[in-house]
């Protein structure tokens, strides 16, 4: 690890017109550290994520990257063809909804091998071979390659999806909800997959969620949203088990013990 | 002029009025300064409908002029309903000579064929394209593609190569053949057979595309790249037939497939008809074609 962090975040804010999308933020994400964002719905948390994965400009605020040369960047004033780049070649994006990341109508393999061909791969063997290799990696059947994720169940597409985004070796991926929508069991198993991914490959992550079983499970550090503020941020376990935020003590205190 | 010398009414030359004329002009001289890029022009209304070639019909309308002679192919063909009735157009409202011989044309307007004979410099090559934007079925957002075009992202034209092979064990794609131009745009060649392609590449002959419905030009002027898309372990290869031109014995040409009998009896033939005609005249004939002695007339361009 070095001793520099990968994105640093400052005074980041977001408003539609007059109402706040989220109000000066401000962190660090350090290489191969897993940050999650916590909150109820409306509290501003993907909103944020979009900020910083450039899908929106912010009102105002900073946020600098540091590209694999070493050099920082800053996101927002980096040209769209820069931006889009970076965002298929050393980021992620995993939706919550995976019918958003994925082409629905082309076949598996092919998912898992555009950004490698967007980026210039012109053999089909090697693309073909990286694909069955990563399929495999998300527990996909390699049989399963040629058919397109219409056929493919939930918890199967979101596993594509993760897939696809992993293939060029990303540094930092973006989750929004990735358990979202998914049964228990599939959500156990995925959340078991992206833990091992994670440490693997070394990935940072930023993991919006609202369900705290999967902040506890995948992220070292977390922040806490709630109207467009961050009303408490460390380490994981210190905040789920200490929290001291009047809203962080209803939100643990919410969670239905079984 | 009196209205009762004539008693139809009468157009402009070549039926486009001259502002909409200049219009056109300008977006082709565009499209020809940056080859391959889908120029947006205000297509106007024809008196054909879209899908018969209006997009073609105005750039030749705004190219011609009274010295051009002008031939038209519908599938290589200079005898079927489009071609006929396009080239009694321009007779009409630019009279203008017209020509089945792709030699002595100076304009010709194409429906998805490139002559077999090779075309020489000073030759227009205008062909009719239902749709521009070889992106359309992968993503069908126009602010997106354009964007792509833009910012030369073109990963995507390649996945669908891949679909194909992945489904069919090669790329199967055989018309509307996916080009890079000048190695830049990436450009839909019309849904001419990829058969075609090649001859694209360094044309002597300026091609220009027109698209009514959907509003573009675009032009590829002569000795430009023009190359087609392909995987290094998958190369661009174009269609080969296995036997000669049932008429005319012609080798290494593009045949069309004539249904003779409801016996399941059928052969393949010359797809470009004035190539055919002109083998069959120079005393070439495949295994079907009738006795010398019968062999009708050159036909004359129709009325």
């Known amino acids: 690890m070095t001793d520099e962090p990968l994105l640093r975040v400052s005074a980041l804010s977001k408003f539609y017109g007059s109402r706040v999308g989220c109000e000066n933020?401000?962190?660090?994400?350090?290489?191969?550290?897993?940050?999650?964002?916590?909150?109820?719905?409306?509290?501003?948390?993907?909103?944020?994520?979009?900020?910083?994965?450039?899908?929106?400009?912010?009102?105002?605020g900073t946020a600098s990257y540091r590209m694999r040369d070493g050099q920082w960047r800053e996101l927002y004033r980096m040209s769209e063809a820069e931006r889009r780049f970076l965002m298929r070649t050393d980021w992620g994006f995993v939706h919550q909804n995976p019918a958003d990341g994925l082409r629905m109508t082309v076949s598996a393999g092919a998912n898992v091998g555009e950004r490698l061909m967007a980026v210039g791969?012109?053999?089909?063997?090697?693309?073909?071979?990286?694909?069955?290799?990563?399929?495999?990696?998300?527990?996909?059947?390699?049989?399963?390659?040629?058919?397109?994720?219409?056929?493919?169940?939930?918890?199967?597409?979101?596993?594509?999806?993760?897939?696809?985004?992993?293939?060029?070796?990303?540094?930092?991926?973006?989750?929004?909800?990735?358990?979202?929508?998914?049964?228990?069991?599939?959500?156990?198993?995925?959340?078991?997959?992206?833990?091992?991914?994670?440490?693997?490959?070394?990935?940072?992550?930023?993991?919006?969620?609202?369900?705290?079983?999967?902040?506890?499970?995948?992220?070292?550090?977390?922040?806490?949203?709630?109207?467009?503020?961050?009303?408490?941020?460390?380490?994981?376990?210190?905040?789920?088990?200490?929290?001291?935020?009047?809203?962080?003590?209803?939100?643990?205190?919410?969670?239905?013990?079984? | 002029m009196n209205a009762q010398s004539t008693d139809i009414a009468t157009y402009n030359f070549a039926y486009l009025d001259e502002q909409t004329k200049r219009m056109i002009r300008r977006a082709i001289l565009k499209g020809i300064a940056i080859?391959?890029?889908?120029?947006?022009?205000?297509?106007?209304?024809?008196?054909?409908?879209?899908?018969?070639?209006?997009?073609?019909?105005?750039?030749?309308?705004?190219?011609?002029?009274?010295?051009?002679?002008?031939?038209?192919?519908?599938?290589?063909?200079?005898?079927?309903?489009?071609?006929?009735?396009?080239?009694?157009?321009?007779?009409?409202?630019?009279?203008?000579?017209?020509?089945?011989?792709?030699?002595?044309?100076t304009i010709m307007q194409t429906r998805h064929r490139i002559p077999e004979q090779p075309l020489t410099a000073g030759q227009v090559l205008v062909f009719q394209v239902p749709i521009p934007e070889p992106l359309r079925f992968l993503e069908p957002r126009e602010t997106e593609t354009r964007k792509m075009h833009a910012l030369e992202e073109y990963g995507l034209m390649h996945v669908k190569l891949y679909e194909d092979i992945a489904k069919h064990g090669r790329i199967a794609t055989t018309y509307a053949y996916p080009v890079k131009v000048e190695g830049r745009y990436v450009m839909d060649p019309s849904p001419t057979p990829k058969f075609d392609n090649p001859k694209m590449h360094r044309s002597p002959a300026l091609q220009l595309f027109g698209a009514g419905r959907e509003k573009r030009i675009y032009a590829v002027p002569p000795f430009t790249d023009v190359v087609s898309l392909d995987f290094e372990d998958h190369p661009f290869e174009v269609q080969t037939f296995d036997q000669p031109c049932a008429l005319c014995g012609a080798e290494n040409v593009y045949l069309d497939e004539v249904i003779l009998d409801d016996h399941g009896g059928h052969m393949f033939v010359c797809s470009d008809t004035d190539h055919c005609e002109k083998r069959r005249a120079d005393g070439h004939h495949g295994h079907l074609a009738p006795e010398a002695h019968l062999v009708p007339e050159k036909t004359e361009p129709a009325e």
């Open chain 1, 25 to 60: 933020v401000t962190f660090d994400l350090w290489p191969g550290e897993v940050l999650a964002v916590v909150g109820e719905s409306g509290s501003g948390k993907t909103t944020l994520l979009n900020c910083l994965s450039t899908r929106l400009l912010p009102s105002s």
């Open chain 1, 121 to 258: 791969d012109r053999h089909y063997g090697r693309i073909r071979a990286t694909a069955v290799d990563w399929l495999s990696r998300v527990e996909i059947d390699e049989d399963r390659i040629d058919d397109e994720p219409r056929a493919f169940s939930g918890g199967m597409r979101q596993r594509l999806q993760i897939a696809r985004n992993l293939v060029t070796g990303p540094r930092l991926v973006f989750m929004d909800e990735p358990t979202g929508g998914l049964d228990v069991s599939v959500q156990a198993r995925l959340l078991d997959l992206l833990r091992g991914l994670v440490t693997d490959l070394g990935l940072a992550a930023i993991v919006v969620t609202h369900d705290l079983a999967v902040a506890r499970l995948l992220s070292q550090r977390m922040m806490v949203m709630k109207d467009g503020h961050v009303v408490e941020s460390g380490l994981t376990d210190r905040v789920l088990d200490d929290p001291r935020a009047p809203y962080t003590q209803l939100l643990v205190s919410s969670i239905l013990q079984v």
């Open chain 2, 35 to 105: 080859p391959g890029y889908q120029v947006p022009f205000a297509s106007r209304e024809m008196p054909m409908p879209y899908g018969w070639g209006t997009g073609g019909v105005q750039v030749t309308a705004s190219i011609i002029g009274p010295d051009d002679v002008l031939k038209v192919i519908d599938q290589g063909a200079d005898d079927t309903t489009n071609a006929v009735s396009i080239r009694a157009f321009f007779k009409k409202v630019a009279k203008v000579d017209v020509t089945t011989e792709t030699a002595k044309a």
